[in-house]
């Protein structure tokens, strides 16, 4: 069931148009990451289902339509990107903050409160202040807050980005545990791309107001839908060609009218001489010492560049004949040293042609 659904939103600042014909469905329990660079509109987008934005377009939440209704009637938990937690307020008078606004009881709202701080495993911390918490226990008590007025999306502004990197790799643990344990919808926005493929059920990358691709984050980053996405993604290795004819679901091309090369591209007709774009991921290139032995059918020569140590793997960093610069994920069966000569390739099926849209 959808619990959010975007159409056609549009926005503005001032002369500057922000978002342009989005559209956007989140289901009930999905965790979406909203992905992109500064200044794309993930953050607009993200502010447009809160009602701090004026668009075009329709918004609507649990099939209600939003035209009209202002935030605090929206049945939305959001947390930003600095917490916004009052500093003059303990933890839990924080947390049950929006219910005390709500003219809740008040022993209800101690009894909500107290579920929480368990839930978010902030006992022992209730009467202590905002200052007197670790970085991650100030995002605790932002969620919590969130939470405490039981709305029926939570609204995640980078939440992550103030927390060093062990400690947000922690959180993200916790938060997406929390998240499948309360089976809220989520609308997670971020510009790290590593972020968004450990927590999200579905990520929207987005480029100037635009999305560019959605799906699950396995799809998105084996098979991204052109360039930007492929860039924007993970590490890649993008390789310019020209179609040369067909070896069955494989199609040949030629890459600086030199080097013959396969990539899988079932039902892409290709026009011999056509200008094509296809990706290869660094961990999918085929990496071995030439020793002599010249580059082979299928092959690349090329030299180290550069070599990076990356504890479980190697990333090395090989200038091409070519004048192409690629990245390659190496294991630590073999030492390479800048300079080495080296030939590079790859199986078919682990290349992408590109299509743009």
């Known amino acids: 069931m959808a619990v959010v659904e975007l159409r056609d939103i549009s926005a503005n600042y001032g002369n500057n148009r922000v978002l342009s014909s989005v559209s956007l469905v989140l289901a009930q329990g999905e965790f979406v990451a909203v992905l992109g660079p500064s200044g794309c509109g993930k953050t607009t987008l993200l502010r447009v289902v809160a009602g701090f934005v004026e668009h075009t377009g329709s918004v ?37 903050f929006g219910l005390r606004l709500r003219k809740l009881p008040r022993a209800e709202i101690a009894v909500k409160v107290d579920g929480l701080l368990t839930l978010l ?12 918490l670790s970085g991650g226990q ?61 927590l999200a059920d579905k990520i929207v990358v987005m480029d100037r107001g635009r999305i560019r691709q959605e799906g699950p984050p396995a799809g998105v980053y ?4 052109n360039r930007f996405v492929a860039n924007f993604i993970g590490k890649s290795n993008i ?9 069955g679901e494989d199609l040949i091309c030629t890459i ?9 591209s079932e039902g892409d007709p ?22 002599g032995t010249p580059a082979g059918e299928g092959e690349i020569p090329g030299t180290v560049r550069h070599v990076v140590y990356l504890g479980a793997h190697q990333n090395v960093h090989i200038a091409l ?17 800048p300079g080495d000569a080296v030939a590079i390739g790859w199986r078919p099926e682990d290349a992408l042609l590109l299509i743009e849209d």
């Open 239 to 247: 390789f310019e060609g020209r179609a040369a004819g067909r070896d």
């Open 60 to 96: 609507s939440i649990a099939g209600r339509p939003c035209e009209g209704v202002p935030p605090h009637k929206r049945k939305i938990g959001i947390v930003f990107q600095d917490y916004a937690l009052f500093p003059h307020r303990t933890v839990a008078e924080n947390i049950g």
């Open 321 to 337: 004949e070519t004048g192409q610069v690629i990245e390659a994920e190496a294991s630590h069966e073999h030492t390479w040293q």
């Open 256 to 264: 600086a009218d030199r080097y013959g090369m396969k990539i899988r």
């Open 138 to 198: 100030r995002q605790r008590v932002a969620i919590a807050r969130a939470l405490a007025v039981d709305p029926q999306v939570l609204l995640l502004d980078e939440p992550l980005s103030a927390l060093d990197k062990k400690l947000r790799e922690e959180m993200q643990v916790e938060l997406r545990q929390l998240q499948q344990r309360v089976g809220i919808t989520t609308m997670f926005v971020t510009h790290d791309q590593e972020e968004a493929l450990a």
């Open 121 to 132: 495993q902030l006992r022992g911390l209730a009467d202590r202040y905002p200052s007197e």
């Open 222 to 225: 084996v098979r991204p839908r």
């Open 270 to 291: 290709q026009l011999p001489g056509a200008k094509i774009d296809f990706l290869v991921r660094p961990e999918r290139i085929r990496l071995r010492p030439v020793s």
